[in-house]
């Protein structure tokens, strides 16, 4: 979409409504937290900031670079930041910009029809949580340059320049004293910035990385968000190969949809609200999901694909296999609480479900092909989903008939409380037996699993129900899977996966944490699945005993006892006896525990295709890229 704005981008348009005091105290109000995420963050608010230039008609290119001394710098060619004096603040507006809170052009002054960064709070605090932040500034006649020092301005806004072009140029370097990490990793503004690129068709972005590595990515993606959809299916088998595109624009709103099928079971729908990413849904999310399912249904019905009498397809059924993305942009965007996750505009809904109505509706009448394979493999779901319900009503019947609803191999802790209590899920009837012997039985729970578990990302529901290996985890777990998870009925809000530090150990964690991701996904989300760390070695000489989690621990345990300790080398979890399990992997006070995050769910679904789907090649080729990782097993 390519909105021109007519009125002038001046220092007046500039609006103030608040102070910059209390972001140095809590930055975890303003960026999330001062953890490798929070740092990650400030790139995007400055880019964001480009990005409502290029929504304006204004920016065509955006510069990223990663500086050998781990600032970032971000250039783009729009108008420039105003650089006229602001007249309530009576200082330039581009200063007002960098050191007032809730200061921009985006509360009404008329220069941004559409924007995503509502809050408006953006580069004023990545000033204020940076060591220094340098910003240039072109207007087509000058370059006006300024420098601050944790929030606070160096000097007075100088012409350093001529110049003939337009743009903003911003370097900043995050402060040592705030955050917890200042490297930056690559791969994680790649993907943000890549989703970037998709959403806003035809904009460059460029991502250079200015340190040893030396990477580059150049992304402009002319077919914007169709080009999205066939990378998200880029390493599955896909159904038809046209990608499903429309758009629709009513008043000030436009939306696009893109969409095609793969083979797979599960959905992958990601939606977007003036580029941001609602990862809660909204009215544009319900308004497809709706109609998608009432289109495939009237399509069957009015071709004779299913019979009168037929149960209608569920919306589950009708988007089995389906990965969509789908992205409005609207004026005056209403999003639901702070995080900006959820959509909230009414009117939305109704330009979604009226442009699914027309614009799918004839391309199936179109595509008679590609409507038959579409409603073939939702009718297949159908069959399989009635299937899993059978066997779901089974199992419960069989739960009620029993004396316990339990696992039998399940060691339960006494406390009932879900917010105090954990459960291990270990790998192997042997460490099993240890870890309920090692166990505080107060809080712990210890549920053993044997053989390899069933790979759902293979598999319909209906396998799963039925599945000897995964039951025991349902069973305990005591929450559901699929549509009928319910967090509210969790049993343990720490579910800990403890497995050998080998090849099969590593297999299982990924089945495990496969599983959890198709089926139990709140359960990531709401950061309740962990990793526990057994150690590899244990260093001992005379009575001192040490342990090591790594070979370079190793090395340090070593230098610390002397190089003529004893090693032991665990080949598994079963060599330690309770007493040592406790001591190295279960005890509160001395354990670690790697928290499952879902930071980014493209990417986890990308990575859970690769490594669990039927296509090999994508799973060597992620293998041989990552090899470097071998000898450290840690998830």
Not at 161 to 188: C, S
Not at 385 to 393: F, H, I, P, T
Request: charged share 30%; aromatic share 8%.
């Amino acid at each position: 979409m390519d909105i021109k704005v007519d009125t002038n981008y001046d220092g007046s348009q500039i609006q103030v409504l608040e102070g910059l005091e209390a972001v140095r105290k809590r930055p975890g109000m303003y960026i999330g937290s001062t953890s490798e995420r929070g740092l990650h963050h400030l790139v995007y608010e400055i880019v964001d900031n480009s990005i409502d230039e290029a929504l304006a008609g204004y920016c065509k290119n955006i510069y990223v670079d990663i500086n050998g001394d781990n600032s970032i710098t971000v250039v783009d060619d729009g108008r420039g930041i105003p650089v006229g004096i602001q007249p309530k603040m009576g200082i330039p507006a581009v200063e007002v910009v960098f050191t007032i809170l809730h200061a921009g052009g985006k509360f009404g002054g008329g220069s941004y029809k559409v924007s995503g960064g509502l809050h408006g709070v953006g580069a004023s605090v990545v000033n204020a949580l940076s060591e220094y932040l340098e910003v240039e500034v072109s207007d087509g006649e000058h370059v006006h340059f300024q420098r601050y020092e944790r929030g606070h301005s160096c000097g007075p806004l100088k012409i350093i320049g001529n110049t003939d072009k337009t743009g903003t140029r911003v370097t900043f370097k995050p402060d040592g004293e705030i955050f917890e990490t200042l490297e930056f990793d690559f791969e994680t503004l790649h993907t943000r910035l890549q989703e970037q690129a998709f959403l806003n068709k035809g904009l460059r972005i460029v991502l250079t990385d200015k340190r040893d590595d030396g990477q580059t990515a150049d992304m402009k993606y002319d077919g914007g968000i169709k080009e999205f959809v066939a990378f998200l299916n880029k390493n599955k088998t896909v159904l038809h190969d046209e990608v499903i595109y429309f758009e629709a624009e009513q008043k000030d709103m436009v939306i696009e949809v893109a969409m095609q099928y793969s083979d797979a079971y599960s959905e992958n729908i990601i939606s977007f609200a003036n580029n941001i990413c609602t990862t809660e849904g909204g009215t544009h999310e319900i308004g497809f999901k709706a109609a998608l399912t009432r289109i495939i249904n009237d399509y069957a019905k009015r071709h004779g694909l299913m019979k009168d009498g037929d149960k209608n397809l569920s919306g589950d059924d009708a988007r089995e296999g389906l990965a969509a993305v789908i992205s409005v942009k609207v004026l005056e965007a209403q999003f639901e609480g702070q995080t900006k996750t959820k959509l909230g505009n009414s009117e939305v809904r109704g330009l979604t479900d009226s442009a699914m109505s027309e614009k799918l509706d004839a391309f199936l009448e179109e595509n008679p092909a590609v409507a038959r394979i579409v409603i073939d493999k939702a009718l297949t779901a159908s069959r399989a989903r009635e299937a899993a319900r059978k066997a779901r009503d089974l199992t419960r019947r069989k739960s009620a008939l029993e004396s316990s609803t339990l696992p039998g191999k399940l060691a339960d802790c006494a406390n009932r409380n879900p917010e105090n209590t954990e459960i291990y899920i270990v790998e192997g009837d042997s460490a099993g037996g240890s870890a309920k012997q090692g166990r505080d039985r107060e809080f712990q729970a210890i549920l053993p699993l044997w053989g390899k578990m069933l790979n759902v990302e293979k598999a319909r529901l209906d396998k799963v129900y039925g599945n000897e290996k995964l039951q025991p985890v349902i069973m305990a777990l005591g929450a559901g899977i699929g549509d009928d998870f319910d967090v509210e009925k969790l049993r343990y809000h720490k579910i800990i996966i403890m497995a050998d530090a080998d090849v099969d150990g590593s297999h299982i964690r990924t089945l495990l944490l496969t599983f959890f991701f198709r089926h139990m996904r709140p359960l990531v989300e709401n950061g309740y699945v962990y990793i526990a760390q057994p150690p590899l070695y244990k260093i001992y000489k005379g009575k001192k005993e040490l342990y090591a989690y790594t070979d370079e621990g190793l090395k340090d345990a070593l230098a610390e006892i002397g190089q003529d300790a004893k090693v032991q080398r665990y080949k598994g979890l079963g060599e330690m006896n309770p007493e040592q399990l406790w001591e190295t992997t279960m005890d509160p006070e001395k354990r670690t525990l790697l928290r499952v995050e879902l930071n980014d769910a493209v990417k986890a679904d990308e990575i859970f295709t690769i490594l669990m789907g039927d296509n090999v090649e994508p799973r060597r080729e992620f293998i041989e890229a990552n090899a470097k990782y071998v000898n450290n097993l840690d998830i």
